[in-house]
């Protein structure tokens, strides 16, 4: 990759739990997410809702980010999961599951719910993508949500969002809505490492004119 360095500073990082220092405790000690004091940051008020989806919401999470560095106004994230539901984003499933976040629904609804340009790309390298951040441009990929533990061997591509906001020759910086500390905020890492988790899709989020 050629293009000169561009990092965007100053995005807001949220966890898609209520406090960042709380992400290892949940995910590695499998903590209730509600022992955290500030599970209701996110405008969830009941506790088996906020429990079943917050683990989900790694992409509105990162929507948050971007539409608050770009002072965009935006409901609380619960809000937002229930517009986003109305338009197909999240599918719940059968066996209680559910399917998402549904990329081209995502794009209609953010796009017209936010003034956004996104381009989804369904089949895209990690350079190619980072090299379309620009001065309005930040970026959601799907990686494992391993990458959260760089260092380790993984065992899938895929799974989790994490936006994207800055890159130089040979690498990235990015938050991770499940990542925690050193790899939360802000983190860097090579292209060579992130390939390893990389699914090869994401999404460009480009802000209007307001």
Request: charge should be negative.
């Amino acid at each position: 990759m050629n293009e000169p360095a561009l990092r965007h500073a100053d995005v807001p990082y949220y966890t898609q739990w209520g406090s960042p220092e709380w992400v290892r405790d949940i995910v590695e000690q499998q903590r209730d997410p509600c022992d955290d004091p500030h599970w209701q940051r996110s405008g969830f008020a009941d506790p088996e809702r906020y429990r079943f989806w917050a683990q989900r919401l790694c992409g509105l999470t990162c929507l948050e980010s971007a539409l608050d560095y770009w002072r965009i106004e935006h409901a609380p994230r619960a809000a937002l999961l229930d517009d986003a539901l109305r338009h197909g984003v999240y599918r719940l499933r059968d066996d209680g599951g559910v399917d998402g976040l549904i990329y081209r629904p995502f794009a209609d609804w953010a796009g017209t719910a936010f003034g956004l340009a996104i381009d989804v790309l369904p089949q895209v390298s990690l350079e190619e993508i980072a090299a379309r951040l620009d001065a309005d441009t930040l970026a959601i990929v799907s990686v494992s949500p391993e990458i959260r533990y760089p260092e380790r061997p993984n065992q899938q591509r895929g799974g989790h969002l994490i936006l994207l906001h800055g890159r130089d020759r040979e690498g990235v910086w990015f938050h991770n809505p499940s990542g925690v500390v050193p790899h939360q905020a802000d983190v860097y890492l090579p292209f060579a490492t992130m390939s390893r988790f990389y699914a090869g899709r994401g999404m460009t989020l480009s802000r209007g004119t307001f």
